[in-house]
């Protein structure tokens, strides 16, 4: 089984920063893409930030030069920098990760989500 661990949700005012972390463990022999959704009250989930192993990285337009993803490799995580933030960027962040099991299998996998508000 592998779990995701996030952290760093928080209230933020209007133009602050925040910077989630996710943390990927368990049976883990390799982690394709990992990224971040986010799904605001009601409203779909959607894309914010992905980057592959090698570094390759894709954001939704309405964080493109203001949110930045990376990751360490050796540690399994990932993290979003998200820099002047607004109060349409309030939702639940969700950590996602493609992991191929030490068994060879491959799969999807979800953190539980960490709040993300801004205050206008």
């Known amino acids: 089984q592998v779990q995701l661990v996030e952290s760093g949700g928080g209230l933020v005012q209007t133009g602050g920063s925040l910077r989630l972390s996710c943390a990927a463990s368990g049976s883990i022999f390799s982690i394709n893409v990992m990224g971040w959704y986010r799904q605001a009250p009601g409203k779909q989930r959607e894309l914010v930030a992905v980057?592959?192993?090698?570094?390759?990285?894709n954001y939704a337009g309405s964080v493109k030069g203001r949110f930045t993803v990376s990751r360490d490799n050796a540690k399994n995580t990932v993290y979003l920098q998200m820099n002047s933030l607004k109060p349409e960027d309030t939702a639940v962040y969700y950590c996602?990760?493609?992991?191929?099991?030490?068994?060879?299998?491959?799969?999807?996998?979800w953190g539980q989500g960490t709040q993300v508000t801004v205050s206008s």
């Open positions: 980057i592959t192993s090698g570094g390759t990285t």
């Open positions: 996602n990760a493609d992991v191929r099991s030490l068994w060879g299998t491959e799969h999807d996998y």
